[in-house]
């Protein structure tokens, strides 16, 4: 008996330990684009720092959010809680330096950024539920048009102006030879 007691407090400090210890995963995204991306349902437990890397092929407005799932369920007198608390979201850039608006919502990111640059977003908080937490985590990139892009619209509407307007000169001309 004392040494099936001896053995379960033994495993229970032995998962609290590993419960309170810091966790850091790292996912690589690849090339962010107009599809967006999923984390899925992440689990962490204690104090945890995940980080995601992503790449851009050109300047893109990105946005991300990250989202705590707190779950408590009830089975009779056993309950399993899942929550995170000081859930945070940051990006920064390949020199490590935050590109994030310390006023905003630190669930969110919205930002424009440059292309070839190496990103990385960084989730952290507390896990403080019994069993853990959970959150998912989304991201996508919407290009941004380059200087020559929006030149050559400015230069096609422009013709299209001047198009419509020598059309109109020339059913007035018209106009005036039917009357005349």
């Known amino acids: 008996m004392n040494k099936m007691r001896t053995t379960a407090i033994g495993a229970a400090l032995l998962l609290s330990w590993g419960a309170a210890q810091a966790s850091t995963n790292a996912y690589d995204t690849g090339t962010l684009g107009t599809t967006p991306y999923s984390s899925g349902v992440k689990t962490v437990s204690g104090s945890f720092a995940d ?11 990105v946005g991300a959010g990250v989202t705590n799932i707190p779950l408590h ?10 929550n995170i608390s000081g859930l945070n979201l940051a990006v920064f850039d390949s020199s490590n330096a935050s590109i994030t608006d310390t006023n905003a919502d630190p669930l969110l990111f919205t930002g424009l950024l440059g292309a070839g640059n190496d990103y990385y977003l960084k989730v952290t908080g507390t896990a403080t539920g019994n069993a853990g937490g959970l959150y998912t985590l989304g991201m996508i990139a919407a290009p941004v048009p380059e ?6 619209l400015a230069a096609g509407l422009g013709l299209l102006g001047w198009r419509f307007a020598r059309r109109q000169d020339s059913a007035k001309k ?4 039917v009357a005349a």
């Open 51 to 61: 980080t995601y890397t992503f790449d851009l092929t050109t300047m893109s407005a």
């Open 174 to 177: 018209m106009d005036g030879l």
């Open 73 to 82: 369920l009830n089975f009779g007198t056993i309950n399993i809680n899942y």
């Open 147 to 152: 200087a020559d892009t929006w030149t050559m």
